[in-house]
């Protein structure tokens, strides 16, 4: 958009001047007082507020050139060569002014020398029009490499991608493959970008940001701060690098993390001239402080052999001429001010130089056909391509260094890298882009005594559960699970008391498995990336669903199926009015029952969905204890499938209605005691205990699952505690009822749910007294009937011997009344026995002590 409005402004500009002027052919080129004078024409940039104003430094060069050429007799005998320059303050509008003003104005020009690569662009591009070489003695940009849009431009600067391939040389000697890039929004600095990335893209370089920037560059300095940038590529003219600089001081871009590549053509001291007159918010300090350590790479302007050049003088004559020069410009030389340009002025020395040695060869060439340089107008394409040709070939040992023009008209030049080093340019090294040949003198000197890294090295810290934390819980596991072990032990071995065998034992023993898998499963929730590789991770999530799962069917199933026989059996009683009961294979096939279903669940889990390793990723923290440039990302191994919230709802809320429906049962049938099943109240307390714990631990574990020691802890202590209570509950009783009555007999009433049975014992031992007693009264009566039934008889049949038949119906009916009372007796004693014995029957009350009182007194009324 700026370019095409720059294009658009030259074409109104041209028009403008073809319209005010008229058409450059039409102009009258003739000379007539000085007629020995080859005129050039000069644009230079000095007194400009951006960009390159190095024509400050570069017009005092060339009009030493100017001088010397003219006192050379050997070159363009019987002419001299003069220059008519103005200012363009590098603003390309202003250079396409002056160059008009110079080209319409008198005398006829024979070439045009430019410099700053807006200014070059403008008027190479308009030169071509008036069949005009241009000589830029200060453009680096690498779109004037194009021959097609630029065919009459030469330039003794070297293009601004010389610069790239010594880039990529050093960010390969140091080891960076990750860049970002600054630049300022100019077609030279754009252009540069486009071939930097082209080679980093080959030398295998991530270019991780590309900010650009008009005038204020704060938020692009901001972003390469967002982007983690280390290593900085900035192009941009001197006033925005004074700026740059201060914003890098400002956002803390720089130090030992930072590396910074600067162009070199600034002067020594840029970024710490003109602070206060471009309101530069930074103070010089400030600015030396973000400028330490930067690099530079140049291309070579001064000849670094000390070699008499084409001018007869070294580099260093040169210097001492220029800065002399420079002094009676009132430049504070001897103070090491330079002025903008100092680093090109060998540039525009040669440039005056080339253009003495093209035209001395034309005008060679000239001669031989008759004519002449002066005769040159700007319809005059012949001469202009004499022109051309001769330059294109012109090839001398100047001041910069060999000069000669690639078939683009690029300058061919060393570069060379400088390092700030203390507040000073260091000279590193050359590099040779022809030969690949880098030149080193190991006097880089980084803050921190480090290479810098091009990033932050961030280090992958997995995030373990604390090792003490497991030892702990799986010792506590190991001592649940030998207790665990011990109780089935304990419940085989008495599984014939009558306590035990009450109890349901395959239940308790069922019971004691899930809890020896759940306290095992605590173990598998503490195994992660400590203990396990993360290829065997999957596995140790598998085992810890399925063991868990499973222990808990089982520890709980068995529980839950306790107490919901207790349920079945008084409800069922009270409907009935009979006592039921107990079948075993009922409560086994309601633990089976579950643990199919949680198989089912599980398989279609596992092999559908499989649990994975999933990371969970934490904000990057800094090292605790380390200078070096790093950060830790914390990470965190989960269990996960990829619709892991659809499994764990299937199962939790399967799982969640059991708990529930066993805490109503339990709630149902807390003061219901059945011979049948003695422990169900503790059961039931045991229920309580699970359902509570898990309805408060499965939610608080998924709030705290990224603190990996509080969300095992509690799992663990969840587990634990339910294994040990439960454990507590169903067990505790039986073993002390175990250890209090050593004898099985007593255990015949015992009911764990009925607490102290002593009473029931004394009434139970009196009623066996009495029975006793009634037996031995009702045998005495019996055989006192059998002697009256004798009598009886033995009357009946001296009667009979004496009577009529009618007598034995009246025996008959005397007997029946006693066989009565008898036989009461007898019904009544029975079912007495029958309840002692067997003590069966759902009751509210202890049955025994209701049932035996209620014997009792039908005993003792027999
Ligand atoms: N070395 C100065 C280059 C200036 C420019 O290319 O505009």
Known sequence: MRLNLLFLSIAVAVGLAVAVFGPPHMSNPLLTKDDNVLHIAGIFPIGGKGGWQGGQACQPAARLALEDVNNRTDLLPGFILKLHWNDSECEPGLGASVMYNLLYNKPQKLMLLAGCSTVCTTVAEAAKMWNLVVLCYGASSPALSDRNRFPTLFRTHPSATVHNPTRIKLMEKFGWSRVAILQQAEEVFISTVEDLEARCK?????????????????????????????????????????????????????GKSYV?????????????????????????????????????????????????TLSGMTSDDFRIR???????????????????????????????????????????????VGKSLKNFTYTDKETADDIYSAINSTQFLGVSGHVAFSSQGDRIALTQIEQMIDGKYVLLGYYDTQSDNLTWNNKEKWIGGKVPQDRTIVRTVLRTVSLGLFISMGTVSVVGILWAIALIVFNILHRHRKVIETSH???????????????????????????????????????RAWILTLGFTLGYGAMFSKVWRVHRLTTKSKQDGKVKKVEPWKLYWMVGGFLIVDIILMLCWQIIDPLQRSIEIFPLEDPSSTDDDIKIRPELEHCESHHNNVWLGILCGYKGLILIFGLFLAYETRSIKVKQINDSRYVGMAIYNVVVLCLITAPVIMV???????????????????????????????????????????EAKYNTDAGVSKEDEDRYH??????????????????????LKIKLQERESMKSSGTDGTAPSAAEGMNEPICLGAGGVRNNLIPARTYLGNAAGAQPEPAGRGMGAR????????
């Open 505 to 543: 034992p395959v239940c308790n023993t069922i019971m004691l498995v899930g809890v020896c898998l759940c306290l095992g499963s605590v173990f598998l929730l503490g195994l992660d990336g400590r203990f396990v590789e993360s290829e065997s991770y999957p596995a140790v999530c598998q085992a």
């Open 202 to 254: 080959e030398a295998g370089i991530e270019i991780v940001t590309r900010q650009s920037f008009l005038s204020d560059p704060t938020d692009a300095v901001r972003n390469l701060r967002r982007q983690d940038a280390r290593v900085i590529v900035g192009l941009f003219y001197v006033v925005a690098a004074r700026r740059v600089l201060c914003e890098v001081y400002k956002h803390k871009l720089y």
């Open 322 to 368: 220029l800065n002399e020069a420079l002094k009676k410009e009132n430049y504070d030389i001897d103070n090491m001010r330079y002025p903008e340009g100092y680093q090109e002025a060998p540039l525009a020395y040669d440039a005056v130089w080339a253009v003495a040695l093209a035209f001395n060869k034309t005008m060679e060439k000239l001669d031989r």
């Open 704 to 746: 705290i699952a990224s603190q990996q020691d509080a969300s095992f802890a509690f799992e663990a202590l969840a587990i634990i505690f339910c294994c040990f209570l439960s454990m507590a509950l169903v067990f505790v009783p039986k073993i002390a009822e175990i250890i209090q009555h050593p004898r099985d007999k007593v």
């Open 260 to 308: 910074w590549f600067f162009i070199g053509w600034y002067e020594d001291d840029w970024f710490e001239q003109n602070l206060e007159k471009e309101k530069i918010n930074c103070t010089r300090e400030q600015m030396r402080i973000a400028a330490e350590g930067h690099l530079t790479t140049e291309a070579l302007m001064w000849n670094q052999n000390n070699q008499r």
């Open 855 to 862: 014997n009792s007194a039908n005993l003792s009324s027999a």
């Open 766 to 787: 009196s009623l066996l007294a009495e029975n006793d007693e009634l037996q031995k009264l009702i045998s005495a009566k019996e055989e006192k009937i059998r002697i």
